[in-house]
């Protein structure tokens, strides 16, 4: 399998661990009922891209690469100290348009250094794009 296949598809599924890892965290502290749902809504999106990344990562004879412990500690870490001083569902909401930006701009950048890789892998990249950006405009109800 071509690398650019590999790295696109490692992409989505470590953007889809970062959420199904972050997202129970946060949605222990989300007092709105509205936002809650659109977080578990949010949950089983990112679940759904793992499950596909994994598939055709293993379609292609390649194995997923996990998040590094680091990287997981880090994020935890970040997001304690976020939410230590402010608890709010509009800073949560916040926090999570954050990261979704982060994931929106590499995705762009990821889709532009592999142009060649296979269709199918192309649209699961910008499949998640568009869920990121729909996600964005949903939680901009709750700043």
Known sequence: MMNGNAE?????????????????RLLELVKNEKMRAHLQN?????????????????KHGCEEKELSGMEKMKTYLMMNVQTMMDKSDSHIAQMMIQGSTMGITDAVKKLHDYSDAEKEIQTLMKDLQEFEEKSIEKLKEFL
């Open 8 to 24: 696109l598809l490692n992409f989505i599924y470590q953007n889809s661990q970062m959420g199904t890892e972050t997202v129970p």
């Open 42 to 58: 949010q949950l089983k999106g990112y679940e759904d891209f793992q499950k596909k990344a994994r598939s055709l990562l293993q």
